[in-house]
Each structure stands twice: as C-alpha cells, then as structure tokens.
C-alpha cells in the first residue's frame, strides 16, 4: 500500500514477533550467559527477520529482554510500547508454559481461540514462543523446559482502546499475529475481532448482538436495550466482515445502528461504509424523498445536495422525516447479506447526539 504522497507505507511488527524475539534472546541468555543483540527468528511462513533489544537483565535462572515495537505505518494502538519476555528454568519435562505478566490479559470467556483462565497469547505467537525456545535449545543445548512471562508496558490502559474488555480478556492487551508481519492500514484486525466478538457471543449463549459504526450509536442502542457489553460488536465501518461471518455463524438477533449517510451507503449496498471505500449516491436518496412523497422541487435539489445530512436537513424542513424509510431500505439491504440465515433484524438510524432518528424493528 502507499501513501497519498505515493510512498509506499512501512510494514511493522506484531507483538507476537517481538514477544519471541525477546523470549529467543532471553533464553539464549541464561544458557551462554550473553544475549544475542540483534536477536533472528524465523516468521510462520519461513522468513526470518532480526530485531535490537531495548534492554535486557540476567539473574539465577532468570532473565528478561525487551524489544520495542515498531507497527510501521499502521495506526496500531501498541506502536512505540515495550514488550518483555521473562524466561525462567522449569523441571525438565515441563515443556514451555506461558504467563501474562503486567498489560498482558487474561481470557475469561469461552469462544475464544484460547479457553478461559489462559493468559491471551494467541495459538500464532505460542507456536513461534515454542519454535524459538526450540531453536536455542538445539544450538546451545538446554532442555526447553521453561516459563515465559510477556508483559506489555502500559498495556491495561491500552486495552481500554480495544475490543478485550468486552470479549472478555481481562488485565491487559492479547499477544496476536498470524504471520508476524503488521501490514498498515490493514482491516484484517478489526475484522477479525468482530469475528471473534461473535464466537464469544456465540458460546457464551448470547441472543443479541450490536453492530453499531461508532459511539454515539452504541450510546442509542444502550437506551433502547439492556445488554452485556459484550454485545457489542464494535462494527465500524466494517458491515461486510460482520455480515457475512454472522451469516454462517448466526446469533438469534442483530441491532444495527450507524448515522444517515453511513447507513444510507448500507442501504445502497456497500459493505464497507468509510469515506474512502463507498459513498453516498444522491440518486439513492432522491428515491427515497419519491418513496416519502416529497415535493418535485425538493427531489431535485437533492440531486445537486453537497452532502447527505443537507439532503436530511432540507427533508425535515418540509417535515419528512427521511430516516424511517432509510431505516427500511438498510434493513432489505442487511436482510440480502444475511440471505436466509436465522438472524432477526432490528436498524436504528441515529443522529450525530446519539437520538434515534428513524428505526425499522424486529420482524416477531
């Protein structure tokens, strides 16, 4: 990907990466009594790639190193953190266990690729944590046998700006990554933690979940229904990812909530409700003011309207309230990407203080 300026954007590192990294060069530490710096490790898909340690410490049957995370130009929240791996001796036997040490959660709800009680270090970075104590062992001897401890420096905090409080992952951030590689601007993470949103809804028995594209449509649905946080999907822009994995992965019931041109676009069919991605077709929203009745002269202003909250504003002017057939039109339009799966569909259209506006209600 490149930036508007046509530099391509900078990949980074996930903290699975740098948690082995740190983990490999601790290890290595306590068996020669020196830390490799720059430390290697080999990646999933067999690329291996070196990281400089930020500090490190060694005492009897101890030692820690930290690597600083670089995310490249990915907007990601855990960019410039600290990222320590303890690595202690264990009986021979006891293979290699992990632990969440300080910002580093632990999963407290089924659904999960990890079951409760665990810390959350992903199935990805253990498998690389195990592959990386492996390779020390073979080249410097040792058994293998070993407690690794990842802690996140302010990761609790960091957290809060995530989907882990309501997934149930409690304490601090997840360990993640599947290839080791952060690729910016991705929407693969978000979309993957909606998924996961829905498994944990899922196996934890839930019957309604919320895909709302931000906080003042959360804040409608809250005063509508009384739900466990973890109902909320955190949608975003993302109507697509959550759709079409809630089509094969049904909940009983789905409340969507989003402002009027983000749902005008759902309503158009765009699966991906950013700026960038879809936009309004002030066509569109001339058939809905038809749909209302609305004056001639009023339809063709909208056809030259600047955005889609003029073309709201003017129709309440007139005293059409355009939400309520909008909140219909979205309603069809989440109904085809959920095609016949047994999801019931509630649509809330809400304005910019988090009212609702327009609503088209569950079918039973």
């Known amino acids: 990907m490149v930036r508007p300026d046509g530099k391509e954007l900078r990949r ?62 990915d907007p990601d929240v855990t960019h410039g953190a600290e990222i320590t791996s303890t690595v202690r001796l264990l009986p021979e036997g006891s ?40 390779e020390v062992t073979q080249h410097y001897g040792g058994t293998g046998d070993v407690e690794i401890e990842i802690s996140i420096a302010g990761g609790e905090e960091l957290a809060l700006k995530t989907m882990n409080p309501r997934l149930g992952i409690v304490g601090g951030l997840s360990v993640l990554g599947t290839t080791g590689i952060v690729r910016p601007f991705s929407c693969a993470a978000w979309i993957a933690s909606i998924h996961r949103g829905i498994d944990v809804a899922r196996a934890t028995g839930l019957e309604h979940v919320v895909g709302a594209t931000g906080s003042m449509s959360e804040k409608a649905v809250q005063s509508r229904h009384d739900l466990d946080d973890s109902a909320y999907l955190d949608m975003g822009d993302f109507a697509g990812g959550l759709l079409k994995y809630l089509r094969s992965h049904p909940v009983p019931k789905i409340t969507m909530a989003g402002g009027f041109a983000k749902f005008t676009k759902l309503a158009q069919g765009a699966l991906d409700l950013h700026s960038a991605r879809s936009s309004v077709s002030f066509e569109f929203l001339q058939d809905l003011l038809r749909e209302a009745d609305a004056p001639t002269s009023l339809i063709a202003h909208a056809g030259t309207s600047n955005t889609a909250k003029e073309v709201l504003d003017m129709a309440a002017a007139e005293g059409i309230n355009l939400s309520v057939p909008l909140a219909r039109r979205a309603k069809t339009a989440v109904r085809t990407v959920l095609r016949d799966a047994p999801v019931d569909v509630e649509v809330l259209v809400v304005d910019r203080q988090g009212h609702i506006i327009g609503e088209c209600g569950f079918d039973g």
């Not at 601790?26 to 930020?54: C, M, W």
């Not at 910002?103 to 990386?132: K, S």
Request: proline share 10%.
């Open 12 to 73: 980074g590192w996930t903290t699975g990466a740098c948690a082995t990294a740190a983990a490999k060069a601790a290890y290595q530490a306590l068996l020669t009594g020196t830390f490799p710096d720059p430390v290697e490790i080999t990646l999933p898909q067999g690329r291996t790639t070196d990281f400089v340690l930020t500090r490190h410490a060694l005492a009897d049957g101890c030692s820690s190193a930290t690597i600083t995370k670089d995310a490249g130009d």
């Open 95 to 134: 293979g290699v266990q992990f632990k969440a040490g300080s910002g580093v959660g632990t999963v407290t709800r089924p659904g999960l690729p990890i079951p409760p009680g665990e810390p959350a270090i992903n199935p990805v970075p253990r498998q690389m944590l195990q592959t990386a104590i492996g």
